[in-house]
Protein backbone atom coordinates (compact mmCIF):
# COMPACT_ATOMS: atom_id res chain seq x y z
CA UNK A 1 0.00 0.00 0.00
CA UNK A 2 0.89 3.70 -0.78
CA UNK A 3 0.00 6.24 1.68
CA UNK A 4 -0.79 9.64 -0.07
CA UNK A 5 -1.02 13.00 1.37
CA UNK A 6 -2.15 15.98 0.01
CA UNK A 7 -1.14 19.29 0.63
CA UNK A 8 -1.44 23.21 -0.76
CA UNK A 9 -5.00 23.77 -1.28
CA UNK A 10 -6.70 27.00 -0.33
CA UNK A 11 -9.09 29.45 -1.22
CA UNK A 12 -7.99 31.70 -4.36
CA UNK A 13 -9.73 34.20 -6.19
CA UNK A 14 -10.22 33.71 -10.13
CA UNK A 15 -6.87 33.68 -12.37
CA UNK A 16 -4.78 33.08 -9.03
CA UNK A 17 -2.01 29.99 -9.70
CA UNK A 18 -1.70 27.36 -6.92
CA UNK A 19 0.51 24.11 -6.68
CA UNK A 20 -0.52 21.15 -4.84
CA UNK A 21 1.81 18.75 -3.49
CA UNK A 22 1.20 15.10 -3.07
CA UNK A 23 3.47 12.96 -0.50
CA UNK A 24 3.70 9.27 -0.68
CA UNK A 25 5.24 7.03 1.93
CA UNK A 26 4.97 3.03 1.42
CA UNK A 27 5.62 0.51 -1.28
CA UNK A 28 8.35 1.69 -4.40
CA UNK A 29 6.93 5.38 -5.50
CA UNK A 30 8.66 5.40 -8.61
CA UNK A 31 7.08 2.01 -10.34
CA UNK A 32 3.57 3.81 -9.77
CA UNK A 33 1.92 6.06 -12.27
CA UNK A 34 0.33 9.04 -10.45
CA UNK A 35 -2.75 10.87 -11.06
CA UNK A 36 -4.92 14.28 -9.81
CA UNK A 37 -8.22 14.07 -9.29
CA UNK A 38 -10.72 15.84 -7.91
CA UNK A 39 -14.50 15.83 -6.71
CA UNK A 40 -17.15 19.33 -6.74
CA UNK A 41 -19.80 19.12 -4.39
CA UNK A 42 -22.88 16.87 -5.72
CA UNK A 43 -20.71 15.58 -8.48
CA UNK A 44 -18.48 12.44 -8.90
CA UNK A 45 -15.14 12.12 -8.86
CA UNK A 46 -13.44 13.75 -12.07
CA UNK A 47 -9.79 12.61 -13.93
CA UNK A 48 -7.51 15.75 -13.83
CA UNK A 49 -4.34 15.01 -14.83
CA UNK A 50 -1.62 11.69 -15.11
CA UNK A 51 2.36 10.85 -15.00
CA UNK A 52 3.80 8.52 -16.10
CA UNK A 53 6.66 6.23 -13.73
CA UNK A 54 10.07 8.26 -14.85
CA UNK A 55 7.77 11.16 -15.60
CA UNK A 56 8.28 11.67 -18.79
CA UNK A 57 4.25 11.00 -20.20
CA UNK A 58 1.60 13.26 -19.09
CA UNK A 59 -2.25 13.24 -20.01
CA UNK A 60 -4.72 15.90 -19.11
CA UNK A 61 -8.42 16.17 -19.23
CA UNK A 62 -9.67 18.75 -21.89
CA UNK A 63 -10.88 20.88 -18.85
CA UNK A 64 -7.32 21.79 -17.61
CA UNK A 65 -4.92 21.33 -20.79
CA UNK A 66 -3.18 24.16 -21.70
CA UNK A 67 -3.74 25.86 -17.43
CA UNK A 68 -2.34 22.49 -14.88
CA UNK A 69 0.80 21.05 -15.25
CA UNK A 70 1.66 17.90 -13.54
CA UNK A 71 5.02 16.73 -12.83
CA UNK A 72 6.88 14.38 -9.69
CA UNK A 73 9.86 14.14 -7.97
CA UNK A 74 11.20 10.64 -7.52
CA UNK A 75 13.66 11.79 -5.09
CA UNK A 76 11.45 13.29 -2.56
CA UNK A 77 8.34 10.35 -3.63
CA UNK A 78 6.47 13.65 -4.43
CA UNK A 79 4.28 14.47 -7.05
CA UNK A 80 2.61 17.75 -8.02
CA UNK A 81 0.01 19.74 -9.68
CA UNK A 82 0.41 23.70 -10.79
CA UNK A 83 -2.58 25.08 -11.66
CA UNK A 84 -2.48 28.18 -13.42
CA UNK A 85 -5.20 30.27 -14.50
CA UNK A 86 -7.55 29.20 -12.00
CA UNK A 87 -11.92 29.30 -12.28
CA UNK A 88 -14.46 28.95 -10.19
CA UNK A 89 -15.58 25.74 -11.82
CA UNK A 90 -11.86 24.62 -10.75
CA UNK A 91 -13.36 24.24 -6.97
CA UNK A 92 -13.10 21.14 -5.68
CA UNK A 93 -11.86 18.78 -3.20
CA UNK A 94 -8.34 17.26 -5.05
CA UNK A 95 -7.20 13.82 -4.83
CA UNK A 96 -3.80 12.52 -5.00
CA UNK A 97 -3.97 8.72 -6.30
CA UNK A 98 -1.21 5.82 -7.40
CA UNK A 99 -1.66 2.93 -9.95
CA UNK A 100 0.75 0.28 -10.50
CA UNK A 101 -0.26 0.23 -14.12
CA UNK A 102 2.70 1.73 -16.60
CA UNK A 103 1.47 4.40 -19.11
CA UNK A 104 -1.08 6.87 -18.37
CA UNK A 105 -3.77 5.23 -17.22
CA UNK A 106 -7.41 7.21 -16.85
CA UNK A 107 -9.66 5.14 -15.57
CA UNK A 108 -10.43 5.05 -11.63
CA UNK A 109 -10.60 1.66 -11.24
CA UNK A 110 -6.91 1.76 -11.89
CA UNK A 111 -6.02 3.82 -9.68
CA UNK A 112 -5.81 1.34 -5.87
CA UNK A 113 -4.12 4.07 -3.37
CA UNK A 114 -6.05 7.42 -3.21
CA UNK A 115 -5.17 10.02 -0.49
CA UNK A 116 -7.67 11.95 1.75
CA UNK A 117 -7.64 15.03 -0.47
CA UNK A 118 -7.09 19.15 -0.51
CA UNK A 119 -10.02 21.53 -0.43
CA UNK A 120 -9.45 24.17 -3.78
CA UNK A 121 -12.24 26.88 -3.54
CA UNK A 122 -11.64 29.30 -6.57
CA UNK A 123 -14.01 32.69 -5.79
CA UNK A 124 -14.88 34.94 -8.78
Known amino acids: QLDLVESGGRLVQAGDSLRLSCVASGRTFTRNSMAWWRQAPGKEREFVAVVSWLGDGTYYSDSVKGRFTISRDNTKNSVYLQMNDLKPEDTAVYFC?????????????????WGQGTQVTVSS
Open 97 to 113: AASGRAGLPVGSASFRD
